[in-house]
């Protein structure tokens, strides 16, 4: 009898925390679910990144990546100048390479670029200046490996493209 009384405690003990845990489960998908954009900033213009760099072209890339970013996030659309609630632009100010570690040979064994880039957002109601930053990351790449610079800047752009969409989430 002993026996049983301990067993069903141990099961209503089991049975609580599952509840418990199922019931915090659903609010963890809504969440993920929701927009963090605010309601009257949702729909986004994104300008061209300019280039200040002798690297052509990357402008072009990174512009792209960031439309991709901003598309991959609930809640926020990528529209014209006319229909925008923010305006967002930027600059790649600054593009460097380093050499990270050279054989025995003194050849390269690993490589990286770093990227800078100077961004602004802009209400597009009234044309003020929200939000300016300065944004710095860097790709790695193995030559031994088949990579180069371009699938570095690819790397560096991802994380900027994050970074400056996190700029748009937070509040102005």
């Known amino acids: 009898m002993r026996h049983s009384r301990a067993s069903a405690r141990l099961s ?38 300019d280039n200040a760099t002798f690297y052509r072209g990357i402008e072009l890339d990174l512009t792209d990546r960031v439309v ?23 600059r790649i100010t600054k593009v460097r390479q380093r050499v990270l570690s050279e054989n025995s040979d003194r050849l390269v064994d690993a490589e990286n670029t770093q990227i800078t880039v100077e961004v602004e957002i802009l209400d597009a109601r009234t044309g003020d200046l929200v939000r300016q930053a300065t944004l710095t990351q860097r790709g790695e790449f193995v030559p031994d490996k088949g990579e180069d610079l371009e699938s570095a800047q690819r790397e560096a752009f991802r994380f900027l493209a994050r970074d400056i969409v996190r700029l748009l989430e937070e509040d102005f």
């Open 12 to 49: 209503g003990l089991i049975l609580a925390i599952a509840v418990l845990f199922s019931s915090a489960l659903p609010a963890c998908v809504a969440y993920t679910k929701k927009s963090l954009f605010a309601a009257d900033r949702d729909q986004v213009y994104v300008a061209y990144f």
């Open 68 to 90: 991709a970013e901003i598309l991959s996030r609930p809640g926020v659309s990528v529209t014209s100048r006319e229909e925008a609630d923010v305006l967002l632009s930027g």
